[in-house]
């Protein structure tokens, strides 16, 4: 009933007050958020972002299809390991599972991958990510058909030197192309996840080497998984094309509408006001105009030029010597002959072994690439050795007793299934992810390249090495790797920069300090109030 005087009853004016004193406490309820970026966590605070909306959704396909890239490498690992215990290929081409000469039909892979290095920047600076990714593939396919067709030892190395060239060349893009593509607010878990399909295709080539292995006995047992192998590139190759092409890229192109487009509809749902795109647009614009890269595709001196450069090129190299020397190519390689070493003489059985094995490790690499983002890249490496340390100690001692103790076979299946998983959560999500986060913009696909010079360094120089030890010291080769993840840890722990909660351009700031590990590690108390506005900030 309206009051006699035409004004509103003293009840409806006492609820209105209420509700706007309701409003303004929540806009001065503040919560506090610790943050490495201050710019970042205000953006996300301001506008939080949708995992779930359609657009997102769409991101997700494109990066699970992008991430395809990453199969080549794993199912490489396991194809080797696997048919190089099965009896047709040993007759086919001679061999004897073990010595100098498996040791070279193994590194010849790694050499067509270093062989490619010159060519990587030149393609994805040059021609973008997509047409790099997919000129990689292409060769993938060729390199599959030598090798799948080869009736002598010669073509067979022919085809893997192809194999490797391709994968190189694909491989210097495809973690590039997820990391400028991905949204920063998630960019541990969808970068991270790239390198975690490097399981996938050790999965896919586990279980084909058995099938074949169990149904075929003569050269079709090698030559079947040796097919399988073109599927995943093939599928990259036949879709990359269609994709955007990466923002950052576009941006060093000077097509920045087009970059603002793609983070439009990717980051902020279609608004290119969205306070993460404009944090983003405007960073990368300024990077470029900052440090536009004017040299030569082949020349590379941007990447020790300074002493900021230097420390990032420092920790590509160490992530890429890491990666491959915590004992975990010898599990990728040479897990048949390791399970052969102690005691388990079947082929069958030491095929299904290794094609188990790779189903939990890519399952602890899946959980580390979510908690990536919440617990931070430090801790995870440092973590994720520890327990393969562990592992190792007590596989080393397990193999040194099945002669005498047969029962503890198992106990060495064990240990390395568990060796493998943490491995996989500490160290997979981030073996591409680390590097490329590590790198410029203007640099990123030179170091990318470069990145897999040195890993492919480390992998021949490794792999020959497990080739001859295993023959020569069997179990004793696993005391070197103890003593080495225990060095890595320490290099880690003191040197180490932490990337996780920045964006990519906050992190030039992080490598000019004078100490980047200790300046990466300073976190951010931030207040924020109900609708975004970040009201203090204190260190």
Same mark, same amino acid.
């Given at each position: 009933?309206?009051?006699?005087?035409?004004?509103?009853?003293?009840?409806?004016n006492?609820?209105?007050?209420?509700?706007?004193e309701?409003?303004n406490?929540?806009?001065?309820?503040?919560?506090?958020?610790?943050?490495?970026?201050i710019?970042?966590?205000?953006?996300?605070?301001?506008?939080?972002?949708?995992?779930?909306?359609?657009?997102?959704?769409?991101l997700?396909?494109?990066?699970?299809?992008?991430?395809?890239v990453?199969?080549?490498?794993?199912?490489?690992?396991?194809?080797m390991?696997?048919?190089?215990?099965?009896?047709?290929?040993?007759?086919?081409?001679?061999?004897?599972?073990?010595?100098?000469s498996?040791?070279?039909v193994?590194?010849?892979?790694?050499l067509?991958?270093?062989?490619?290095?010159?060519?990587?920047?030149?393609?994805?600076d040059?021609?973008?990510?997509?047409?790099?990714?997919?000129i990689?593939?292409?060769?993938?396919?060729?390199?599959?058909?030598?090798?799948?067709t080869s009736?002598?030892?010669?073509?067979?190395?022919?085809?893997?030197?192809?194999?490797?060239?391709?994968?190189?060349?694909?491989?210097?893009?495809?973690?590039?192309?997820?990391?400028?593509?991905?949204h920063?607010?998630?960019?541990?878990?969808?970068?991270?996840?790239?390198?975690?399909?490097?399981?996938?295709?050790?999965?896919?080539?586990?279980?084909?080497?058995?099938?074949?292995n169990?149904?075929?006995?003569?050269?079709?047992?090698?030559?079947?998984?040796?097919?399988?192998?073109?599927?995943?590139?093939?599928?990259?190759?036949?879709?990359?094309?269609?994709?955007?092409?990466?923002?950052?890229?576009?941006?060093?192109?000077?097509?920045?509408?087009?970059?603002?487009?793609?983070?439009?509809?990717?980051?902020?749902?279609?608004?290119?006001?969205?306070p993460?795109?404009?944090?983003?647009?405007?960073?990368?614009?300024?990077?470029?105009?900052l440090?536009?890269?004017?040299?030569?595709?082949?020349?590379?001196?941007?990447?020790?030029?300074?002493?900021?450069?230097?420390?990032?090129?420092?920790?590509?190299?160490?992530m890429?010597?890491?990666?491959?020397?915590?004992?975990?190519?010898?599990?990728?390689?040479?897990?048949?002959?390791?399970?052969? &070493?102690? %005691? !388990?003489?079947?082929?069958?059985?030491? *095929?299904? @072994?290794?094609? $188990?094995n790779? /189903?939990?490790?890519?399952?602890?690499?899946?959980?580390?690439?979510?908690?990536l983002?919440?617990?931070?890249r430090?801790?995870?490496m440092?973590?994720?050795?520890?327990g393969g340390?562990?592992?190792?100690?007590?596989?080393?001692?397990?193999?040194?007793?099945?002669?005498?103790h047969?029962?503890?076979a198992?106990?060495?299946?064990?240990?390395?299934?568990?060796?493998?998983?943490c491995?996989?959560?500490g160290?997979?999500?981030?073996?591409?992810l680390?590097?490329?986060?590590?790198?410029?913009?203007?640099?990123?696909?030179?170091?990318?390249?470069?990145?897999?010079?040195?890993?492919?360094?480390?992998?021949?120089?490794?792999?020959?090495?497990? &080739?001859? %030890? !295993?023959?020569?010291l069997?179990?004793? *080769?696993? @005391?070197?790797? $103890?003593?080495? /993840?225990?060095?890595?840890m320490v290099?880690?722990?003191?040197?180490f920069?932490?990337?996780?909660?920045?964006?990519?351009e906050?992190?030039?700031?992080v490598?000019e300090?004078?100490?980047?590990?200790?300046?990466?590690?300073?976190?951010?108390?931030?207040?924020?109030?109900?609708?975004?506005?970040?009201?203090h900030?204190?260190a």
């Amino acid at each position: 009933m309206a009051a006699e005087d035409g004004h509103p009853p003293a009840e409806s004016n006492l609820a209105r007050e209420k509700s706007i004193e309701k409003d303004n406490a929540s806009h001065l309820e503040t919560q506090e958020v610790n943050a490495a970026s201050i710019a970042l966590a205000a953006a996300v605070a301001e506008q939080k972002p949708n995992p779930w909306s359609k657009n997102m959704m769409k991101l997700y396909l494109i990066m699970g299809l992008g991430y395809l890239v990453s199969t080549m490498n794993g199912y490489d690992s396991s194809l080797m390991g696997s048919i190089n215990a099965m009896k047709p290929y040993q007759d086919s081409f001679g061999l004897d599972g073990a010595g100098s000469s498996t040791g070279i039909v193994f590194i010849i892979y790694n050499l067509g991958q270093i062989a490619a290095f010159p060519f990587c920047g030149l393609l994805a600076d040059g021609f973008g990510r997509r047409w790099c990714i997919f000129i990689g593939c292409l060769l993938v396919d060729v390199g599959t058909v030598i090798q799948a067709t080869s009736n002598s030892l010669g073509q067979f190395i022919a085809g893997r030197f192809v194999l490797g060239f391709g994968a190189s060349i694909a491989s210097a893009a495809g973690p590039a192309y997820t990391v400028e593509l991905a949204h920063p607010a998630y960019r541990g878990f969808m970068a991270g996840m790239y390198n975690n399909l490097w399981w996938l295709g050790n999965i896919v080539a586990g279980w084909a080497t058995y099938g074949s292995n169990l149904h075929f006995e003569t050269s079709w047992a090698w030559r079947v998984p040796t097919i399988v192998q073109a599927g995943m590139p093939t599928i990259a190759m036949l879709v990359i094309m269609f994709f955007p092409e990466s923002p950052r890229w576009l941006i060093s192109q000077d097509r920045t509408e087009e970059a603002l487009g793609v983070l439009a509809k990717y980051h902020g749902d279609g608004n290119p006001d969205h306070p993460i795109v404009q944090l983003q647009y405007r960073e990368i614009i300024a990077q470029n105009q900052l440090y536009k890269s004017e040299n030569a595709w082949w020349d590379y001196r941007e990447l020790v030029n300074t002493r900021a450069a230097r420390y990032r090129l420092a920790m590509v190299i160490g992530m890429s010597f890491f990666g491959q020397w915590s004992g975990n190519n010898v599990v990728s390689y040479f897990l048949p002959e390791m399970i052969k &070493s102690a %005691g !388990i003489k079947s082929t069958n059985t030491q *095929l299904l @072994i290794n094609a $188990i094995n790779p /189903i939990f490790s890519m399952i602890g690499a899946v959980v580390g690439a979510s908690q990536l983002d919440k617990l931070g890249r430090r801790p995870m490496m440092l973590w994720g050795l520890l327990g393969g340390l562990i592992s190792y100690i007590f596989l080393t001692a397990f193999t040194a007793q099945t002669s005498n103790h047969p029962n503890l076979a198992y106990g060495v299946i064990v240990a390395i299934y568990i060796f493998g998983i943490c491995f996989a959560w500490g160290f997979t999500p981030l073996q591409t992810l680390y590097a490329v986060e590590c790198l410029e913009n203007r640099t990123r696909a030179k170091g990318s390249g470069l990145n897999f010079l040195f890993l492919n360094i480390a992998l021949v120089v490794n792999t020959w090495g497990i &080739s001859e %030890g !295993i023959r020569v010291l069997q179990w004793k *080769l696993y @005391i070197i790797y $103890i003593a080495w /993840i225990a060095i890595e840890m320490v290099i880690i722990y003191f040197f180490f920069v932490e990337t996780a909660g920045k964006t990519l351009e906050e992190l030039t700031e992080v490598f000019e300090a004078p100490n980047p590990r200790k300046e990466s590690t300073k976190k951010h108390k931030l207040e924020v109030d109900g609708v975004g506005r970040v009201v203090h900030v204190s260190a």
